[in-house]
């Protein structure tokens, strides 16, 4: 089945340095990826959608330059958190729309730490 | 605004207590009604999709339903292994194009041995 491999699994990182999260389709090609945030016992948040080649459309609230989304190849999306802070700490979940398994494929998440 | 809210926020069962999860939705008009579970530090891991009022899926020990303003997943003699946050999320006709998911905040089913 599809698979989407997430990386790195956990980070940790200063406050005021960046951070970037990758996120590949292994067999297909996503057209589509979701970025979404998660805090603790708390469910997904859908922050943005990025299409292949395209720019990314952001979900109200969510700051386009501190989160900066590519996705410039088919099985490439990448997030980056600029001048993280502590507040930034949470889990960052990717997920590509594919053909089976309901139609969408999720990464195994980012647990990031900013001190 | 479409919204997903689940019930209850966390259950504990015994080993072999059959219960049931509830979600219900409020949503402009359904696309996909779709459950996940998710073990701690992992992303979603897919369940089911349902489609319409009437439709049921099973798988193991899992069953989900599907009426116009909820569904429900039942979980029979269940396992310790069953444990697990397990999410639902709808896709509508306002998810547009991109068809992106609305998830609620799930629930935090523990299974005592």
């Known amino acids: 089945g599809a698979v989407v491999s997430q990386h790195p699994s956990w980070v940790i990182c200063k406050s005021g340095t960046s951070v970037k999260i990758e996120c590949r389709s292994l067999?297909?090609?996503?057209?589509?990826m979701f970025w979404y945030r998660q805090f603790p016992k708390q469910s997904l948040m859908l922050m943005a959608t990025s299409n292949e080649g395209s720019k990314a459309t952001y979900e109200q609230g969510v700051e386009k330059d501190k989160f900066l989304i590519n996705h410039a190849s088919l099985t490439l999306s990448t997030l980056t958190v600029t001048s993280a802070h502590p507040e930034d700490s949470s889990f960052y979940i990717c997920?590509?729309?594919?053909?089976?398994?309901?139609?969408?494929?999720f990464g195994s998440g980012t647990r990031l730490t900013v001190v | 605004e479409d919204q997903v809210t689940q019930s209850p926020e966390a259950l504990r069962l015994q080993e072999g207590e059959s219960s049931s999860l509830n979600c219900s939705y409020t949503?402009?008009?359904?696309?996909?009604l779709f459950w996940y579970r998710q073990d701690p530090g992992k992303g979603p891991e897919f369940l089911f999709t349902?489609?319409?009022a009437g439709e049921e899926k099973e798988k193991e020990r899992l069953k989900a339903t599907l009426t116009k303003k909820e569904s429900f997943l039942h979980i029979t003699a269940p396992k310790p292994e069953d444990s697990a946050t397990y999410l639902c999320a709808v896709r509508t006709i306002s998810s547009g194009s991109a068809r992106q998911l609305t998830f609620g905040s799930g629930t935090q089913l523990t299974v005592l041995p």
């Open positions: 949503v402009s008009g359904l696309r996909g």
């Open positions: 067999d297909f090609q996503a057209t589509t």
């Open positions: 349902l489609y319409s």
């Open positions: 997920s590509a729309r594919t053909t089976g398994g309901g139609g969408y494929t």
